[in-house]
């Protein structure tokens, strides 16, 4: 009789009770830092950014919108979509701190659980209707959201090949659209592709998605995404600890144009050791640092490399983790050379949200009304969310007004309180009184 | 309530035993049926066959853990509905997960049919070499066969990597089970 994978399906009813239990609670969080679990206490105050954040720079001229934005008769100039849809500026100066009580910071547990709500596929915009493409063999993933942040010349290949992408909707019905592909030069199969979807005038990312057929190595890991040229590493910091009941925080450096350089060639001499693929090899030694990996032409955004003391380096930059022994000795050498020239600088990075109700959707803006979230509702406003990214550009073409969203940013301008300019995701969530923990006071933020 | 209390309540054929069940490890069954049949009327009847099975079951049961046992009737009830179900229309997360774990049978045929309590020991030592979070992901896809976009979403990963993670440990699965002789 052959083993059938219904019989395993229903012997996993027997494993251990303890294992069940384990899976019934949160996820752990995540081994990765981009996709680290972004964990938003819902009783959190809106923090302090200590300084400016910078927007994202986008490759995007004047996309077909896929759907029928809600319009906004009265919309001021600042919202106009032309406006909008082309790069954000950086952001800088004070930042607004929001002083209104929140809703939640009254509660102990939550009074409802954050879903995040599934948008039918008919009514997705195009790339979230296409985020997974097949070429050549191999299966490539949008990592939504993404920056659309060009790529030079010298990273893809000179001529593009056309393509189909396609996707299957709720109904089982397969769709397929024309695409036209640029490969990432430097890996077979390429590590990224960048595609044109016909009609519209972007770019868009697409990452390998098959890990067996990636990484093997650090110096593949290296050269195969180019990283020494795509990725400044400027900043890193001392992991915060809190052994024995006292909090030692994170401590943040950052590191000048010259010392970059050198650390990215330090990197680059590292021994070329093979990927260890077990998960499982302990605490190697404990963390010393994190070096801040960002390469938003890559779609990597906010991932890091770890120093371990007994050797390790490991990395989360592909969206998984990568571990690398590559010894005490060179470990040391990459901490010693960060002690001696890193800078103290604060620490500039913070995510916030705005919970709300959509009052108006334009092409690359929204606005939204957040009295939902507040204690008292008569202290609301209403902000207008300017797209600075493809991905939130998209997230905003599925929104509709009257759905309840969650928008993630980085900061507001005190000199205008009521524009976003700094979004980095935007979901349409629903907020529920049974799903979820009871005891969760956290919301989950998928990348 | 403890567990105990609430079992000895079913010795006594007490049926405040089912309420304080309810109160106590509703919201537990229900998540799992929800999680397995994705529709809310359906799970809400699987949590109250669950109710009736358990109050047949004990006695003479005496679970160790009321909430596992609870668990694993929901979990098998649900699935049996699925399987009804799936008769008729092939679809839903139940055949997915049936459809993944097909690439972890080992090659060639079995000796005999395959002892389940041997196979769930044998499933139990492999998920404990597994660290929490391919732990977490094991468990939950394929215990609470719970979407792997929820999945990602729960565990902050895109779908990709989710995939990738169970791909690759149904690989080590497959190994794991050919090592414990699942194979001719």
């Known amino acids: 009789m052959k083993l059938q994978s219904k019989d395993i399906l229903n012997a996993m009813t027997d494993i251990g009770p303890d294992l069940v239990e384990e899976a019934a609670r949160p996820a752990p969080a995540a081994n990765k830092s981009k996709t680290v679990r972004r964990v938003v206490l819902i009783a959190a105050c809106v923090a302090l950014l200590a300084a400016a954040v910078v927007g994202t720079v986008l490759l995007l001229n004047r996309p077909t919108p896929v759907n029928d934005p809600v319009t906004d008769p009265e919309t001021d100039p600042s919202t106009d979509p032309a406006e909008t849809i082309v790069p954000a500026p950086p952001v800088s100066g004070d930042l607004w701190v929001d002083t209104r009580a929140q809703k939640q910071q009254n509660v102990t547990g939550m009074e409802g659980s954050i879903e995040f709500a599934e948008m039918p596929w008919h009514r997705q915009p195009l790339l979230l209707q296409y985020s997974t493409i097949e070429w050549k063999g191999t299966v490539y993933n949008s990592p939504y959201p993404y920056t659309g942040d060009p790529v030079s010349d010298d990273v893809v290949s000179s001529d593009y090949e056309t393509g189909t992408a396609s996707a299957v909707d709720e109904e089982g019905e397969t769709h397929t659209i024309g695409i036209r592909v640029y490969a990432m030069t430097g890996a077979e199969p390429p590590r990224r592709l960048f595609v044109r979807f016909d009609g519209y005038d972007l770019w868009v990312g697409f990452r390998i998605s098959d890990r067996s057929r990636s990484t093997t190595s650090w110096g593949e890991l290296l050269t195969s995404l180019k990283l020494p040229e795509l990725m400044p590493l400027t900043s890193f910091n001392t992991p915060a600890d809190d052994k024995g009941g006292v909090v030692t925080p994170a401590q943040y450096f950052k590191l000048s144009g010259e010392d970059s350089d050198t650390l990215r060639a330090m990197l680059t001499a590292l021994p070329d050791v093979p990927e260890t693929v077990s998960s499982s090899v302990g605490d190697k030694g404990g963390e010393l640092y994190h070096i801040s990996a960002n390469a938003p032409a890559l779609g990597i955004r906010n991932c890091k490399f770890v120093l371990y003391a007994d050797g390790w380096i490991v990395t989360d930059i592909e969206n998984i983790v990568y571990n690398f022994e590559i010894g005490p000795e060179a470990v040391w050498e990459l901490a010693d050379f960060l002690a001696a020239h890193g800078t103290p600088t604060e620490h500039t990075y913070s995510r916030q949200t705005i919970i709300g109700t959509v009052t108006a959707v334009g092409e690359g803006w929204l606005k939204l009304n957040d009295a939902i979230s507040l204690e008292n509702p008569d202290e609301a406003m209403e902000f207008t969310v300017l797209a600075n990214g493809t991905g939130v550009y998209y997230g905003m073409a599925c929104m509709r007004v009257g759905m309840t969203v969650m928008v993630i940013h980085e900061g507001i301008l005190a000199e205008e309180p009521t524009v976003v300019r700094t979004a980095v995701d935007v979901n349409w969530i629903r907020i529920t009184s049974s799903g979820g923990n009871p005891d969760e006071t956290v919301i989950y933020i998928p990348e | ?184």
């Not at chain 2, 679970?63 to 668990?71: I, M, Q, R, V, W």
């Not at chain 2, 399987?83 to 139940?94: H, S, T, V």
């Open chain 2, 1 to 184: 309530m403890t567990d105990e209390e609430i079992i000895t309540l079913y010795e006594r054929r007490d049926e405040a035993s089912i309420a304080e069940t309810e109160r106590q490890y509703g919201r537990y069954c229900r998540y799992i049926a929800g999680e397995i049949l994705q529709n809310e009327q359906d799970a809400e009847e699987i949590v109250n066959d669950t109710y009736l099975k358990t109050w047949n079951s004990i006695p003479p049961e005496k679970p160790d853990s009321l909430k596992a046992f609870l668990g694993c009737i929901t979990r098998r009830l649900s699935i049996n509905r699925l399987e009804k179900r799936n008769a008729q229309k092939r679809g839903g997360e139940y055949m997915a997960a049936l459809d993944e774990l097909a690439e972890c049978l080992p090659d060639g045929e079995c000796a005999s049919i395959p002892d389940e309590t041997a196979l769930s020991d044998c499933l139990d030592r492999f998920i404990r070499t597994l660290d929490r979070e391919d732990r977490f992901l094991f468990v939950r896809r394929y215990w609470f066969m719970t979407p792997v976009s929820a999945l990602a979403r729960e565990a902050s990963l895109t779908e990709s990597c989710v995939k990738s993670r169970l791909m690759r440990l149904r690989e080590r699965l497959r190994a794991h089970l050919t090592k414990e002789g699942y194979t001719v």
